[in-house]
């Protein structure tokens, strides 16, 4: 069964300092990963996907399909990253995203 | 552009009373539309998606139900709600077109069953 699993709730990091939160998946075909984020009162909206191989707002996610996870990572956290941070999958035959539980990111000053 | 829209943004209902939400979508055909539901310690999961009018699939059994009169409109329904429909639910669009197209999602509904 398809299944993305975020492990942390909740990370909290001073800013500056290094981030990654952490997303594993199981999909038994190639996956589309996704990493969509909701800031405060806002909508929840696409941060990026692993196909463009982007790095947007300096977040980059690398595909590891040995260990089948798709990290999201960094360098230099900022307060403004504060956020909740979705990891996601898309089934490729129905085009349903599948998400994780999810996990908030705090970035403390 | 495209937009969606999605209301009431919080409603408060007794148990077994009835529930309509309503999510359209402006600026797009044939859009792909869901239904998730965001529960606390349990992140974002997807109650229904659509792939056109009157093509509903279930994702978990539930006394929720989906409807999609028209090719831009997407409804939750309820006879009777029960504490446990408690949540926030968000309605989602994306293209047809591309497996990998992202998802549009609405401002979300808190719905509160007391």
């Known amino acids: 069964a398809q299944r993305v699993t975020q492990p942390e709730k909740l990370l909290s990091v001073f800013k500056g300092a290094p981030v990654e939160l952490k997303c594993n998946y199981s999909y038994s075909g190639s996956p589309e990963l996704f990493w969509y984020v909701q800031y405060s009162r806002q909508r929840l909206q696409l941060l990026l996907r692993h196909i463009s191989r982007e790095s947007i707002k300096g977040f980059t996610a690398d595909l590891n399909k040995g260990e089948t996870s798709f990290h999201l990572k960094k360098p230099f956290a900022q307060e403004e990253d504060s956020a909740m941070y979705y990891c996601a999958l898309i089934h490729s035959n129905t085009g349903k995203l599948i998400f994780g539980q999810g996990t908030t990111l705090q970035v403390k000053p | ?114």
């Not at chain 2, 009835?18 to 529960?39: D, I, K, M």
């Not at chain 2, 139900?65 to 309820?78: G, Y």
């Open chain 2, 1 to 114: 552009s495209q937009t969606i829209h999605q209301w009431p943004a919080t409603l408060v209902q007794p148990v077994g009373s009835p529930l309509s939400l309503e999510c359209t979508v402006e600026g797009t055909s044939n859009p792909n539309l869901y239904w998730y539901r965001q529960a606390a310690g349990r992140g974002l999961q997807l109650l229904f998606y659509s792939v056109g009018i009157g093509q509903i699939s279930s994702e978990v059994p539930q006394n929720l139900s989906a409807s999609r009169p028209q090719d831009r409109q997407f409804i939750l329904s309820s006879k009777k709600l029960l504490l446990s429909d408690s949540g926030f639910y968000l309605c989602a669009w994306k293209r047809r077109a591309g497996a990998i197209a992202p998802l549009h999602f609405g401002n979300g509904t808190r719905l509160t069953v007391t």
